[in-house]
Nanobody, 123 residues
Framework: QVQLVESGGALVQAGGSLRLACAAS????????TGWFRQAPGKEREFVAA????????SYVDHVKGRFTISKNNANKMVYLQMNSLKPEDTAVYYC????????????????WGQGTQVTVSS
């Protein structure tokens, strides 16, 4: 079992940056793929980014490529999402997720979820 806790959400101006963090406990973190999803008001939860167990293979939804960067630190059991050039449409609750299967994570079927952290980007 894996427990995930997100932090770093805030209110920022368009064009600004935020770094989200996800702290993991339980399980064997180095064996898990991890990632980020988000849910905006009135919309379904969507995939944002993922990183495999090795921390070397990443995937992003098209409209955040070049702006967001996912990374992980297995020693500290942390996952990060660096978000640059933020846009109002990035406003959402961001959720950390983990799964033993990278493909399941990419398919929006992670086994484990955090509680979310609010990111609000003003115009």
């Amino acid at each position: 079992q894996v427990q995930l806790v997100e932090s770093g959400g805030a209110l920022v101006q368009a064009g600004g940056s935020l770094r989200l963090a996800c702290a993991a406990s339980g399980g064997t973190f180095s064996n898990y793929a991890t990632g980020w999803f988000r849910q905006a008001p009135g919309k379904e939860r969507e995939f944002v980014a993922a990183i495999d167990f090795s921390g070397t293979v990443t995937s992003y939804v098209d409209h955040v490529k070049g702006r967001f960067t996912i990374s992980k630190n297995n020693a500290n059991k942390m996952v990060y999402l660096q978000m640059n050039s933020l846009k109002p449409e990035d406003t959402a609750v961001y959720y950390c997720a983990a799964d033993a299967s990278y493909s399941d994570l990419l398919d929006r079927r992670p086994d484990y979820w955090g509680q979310g952290t609010q990111v609000t980007v003003s115009s």
